[in-house]
């Protein structure tokens, strides 16, 4: 059996879940921890089958290459970077926001 790819996440992506956590429990405390738990669990399934949500963005380097995964209402961006077998997470917008353009 073929391990999974791990996960990691830049440092933009793990402040991204952190301002969707505060912003949720100004409104709803009771809910924010779900919310941000339905996004990592979404977020962990990308160890197994990790290129199987549409490319957001191609490069002529695959490891540059951008996916995007919608978990409603946010759209997850990350690079699949085979060498390492390692999912690399970018960022976490919400669907009502402006998407990024660029993924430096």
Not at 5 to 26: N, Q
Not at 45 to 66: C, E, M, N
């Amino acid at each position: 059996m073929v391990d999974g790819y791990s996960i990691r996440f830049t440092p933009r992506a793990s402040d991204d879940l952190v301002a969707i956590f505060e912003y949720i429990k100004a409104d709803s405390p009771q809910n924010a921890a779900g919310v941000v738990q339905t996004l990592l669990d979404a977020i962990d399934s990308l160890a197994i089958l990790p290129r199987r949500h549409k490319v957001h963005r191609l490069y002529r380097d695959p490891g540059r290459s951008v996916r995007a995964m919608t978990v409603a209402p946010f759209v997850v961006y990350y690079r699949v970077k085979e060498e390492h077998r390692c999912v690399e997470l970018i960022t976490v917008r919400h669907c009502a926001r402006q998407q990024p353009w660029r993924f430096d």
